[in-house]
């Protein structure tokens, strides 16, 4: 391997592609051909949606799994589970997606950010609990990346305050945080099935819990509402739109999830054999994983320490030179002022709500001194390729291999 840096024209350590990722297959092909011999689409009178969403709860000791168009759309539904009243408010974490803040406004609610952790880039249970307020009426934890939030410390504040916690798992499907699954510990666990994520159905999402009034309601509130099982003039309980998951997506979902513990394996052995492999690169640090936790790797996080003889970007640049993609600061800023109509709060027309409503809490801004800690991370960060289940050990060796050329070449 040359050691100058293809960015100076050495030779690059990867010249040849990365395997693609096919992610469906057989299996999926066959659950679709069942669902159209049966000429029916609808999960209402299907098999699929119910057979998924009952397969899913059980792998991970759910008693109700409510299925639901998105990732989104599942988060959603927890938020309409717990059914805020307008102007109350949902700690949540600003390294994220609007798919996790566009459920807590669309149900009137208020999104207030705790900083993240500069180690685990996951949010700060210590700032969880100073934002806690009397308007407060959940946490909404984000397990960034696949690494899991510190929830011990999550869970214990959300007890002493009374709050319950939604696990947004979208990131992270089959995490585990001391011997615990991701999506099990708080009150309800919402994981998205977009075409990125572990598991697929091209976009689908799904709620779990254990909790008897939440799993009900969860139900209701995907299907407008309507009570379905009673007869006569129909019965709408709660008020909900329609998230219901058709039966060919449920269809794949339900292939997608009997191969779910195959793929999480293969792929945390990738992931695990690459944050081996750069244990001991200088100027650069891992995503931190919390002892007894093991991390499922949507993405690969890095810190570009702030005492680096590079930038983020040029490190970025450095690395793609080698053959292998490599992002920097991932969404770019905290997820507040990366959209106009939240920052400014006008979503709703000429309206401020929910931030004018009589209930909320006057004075909630959101601006550069809302998270600094926060953007101070997002600028240091890098995401190189990560390792997926597609891939050779091989593979994994030249990502290693690369990043640490780089991280040696610019030093020099």
Not at 52 to 78: C, N, Q, R, W
Not at 362 to 390: A, S
């Amino acid at each position: 391997m040359s050691a100058t840096l293809a960015i100076n024209g050495g030779t690059p350590v990867r010249t040849g592609p990365f395997p693609p990722q096919k992610k469906v297959g057989k299996e999926e092909l066959k659950e679709l051909v069942d669902v159209i011999d049966s000429g029916n689409m609808n999960r209402w009178g299907g098999t699929k949606v119910v057979a998924f969403e009952e397969e899913f709860a059980a792998i991970h000791g759910a008693k109700y799994g409510v299925a639901s168009t998105s990732g989104t759309s599942a988060l959603h539904t927890a938020v309409g589970m717990i059914n805020p009243s307008p102007g109350q408010e949902i700690i949540t974490g600003p390294i994220t997606d609007m798919g996790s803040i566009v459920p807590i406004l669309y149900q009137g609610a208020i999104p207030i950010f705790a900083e993240c952790a500069p180690d685990t880039f996951n949010m700060d249970p210590a700032d969880i609990e100073a934002k806690i307020t009397e308007k407060t009426a959940a946490i909404m934890a984000i397990h960034l990346f696949g690494n899991p939030c510190d929830m011990d410390p999550i869970m214990e504040i959300a007890r002493a305050h009374n709050l319950p916690v939604i696990e947004d798992c979208s990131q992270a499907h089959l995490s585990e945080y001391k011997g615990k699954l991701v999506g099990t510990m708080g009150d309800i666990g919402c994981f998205s099935l977009q075409q990125s994520k572990h598991i697929t159905s091209g976009d689908g999402g799904i709620a779990i819990t254990n909790d008897d009034e939440f799993g009900i309601r969860g139900k209701l509130f995907t299907d407008k509402g309507w009570h379905r099982e009673q007869y006569g003039p129909r019965v709408y309980e709660v008020f909900g739109p329609n998230y219901r998951m058709n039966e060919l997506s449920g269809a794949v979902a339900l292939a997608q999830t009997r191969k779910m513990r195959d793929i999480i394996d293969l792929r945390r052995a990738r992931g695990d054999l690459l944050r081996e492999l750069l244990a001991h690169v200088p100027h650069v640090r891992l995503q931190k994983l919390m002892e007894g936790c093991k991390h499922t790797y949507w993405q690969f996080g890095m810190y570009v320490e702030d005492d680096a003889p590079f930038t983020p970007t040029e490190f970025t640049q450095a690395l793609s030179a080698e053959g292998v993609p490599c992002g920097a600061h991932y969404i770019g800023r905290p997820i507040f002022l990366c959209h106009d109509a939240l920052r400014n709060q006008r979503l709703f027309g000429d309206s401020r709500y929910p931030f004018d409503h009589p209930n909320a809490r006057p004075g909630i801004t959101y601006d550069e001194n809302t998270c600094p800690q926060t953007q101070h991370v997002l600028d240091r960060l890098v995401q190189p390729m990560c390792p997926t289940q597609f891939m050779s050990e091989d593979d994994v060796r030249d990502i290693g291999a690369a990043i640490e050329k780089v991280a040696e070449g610019l030093r020099k």
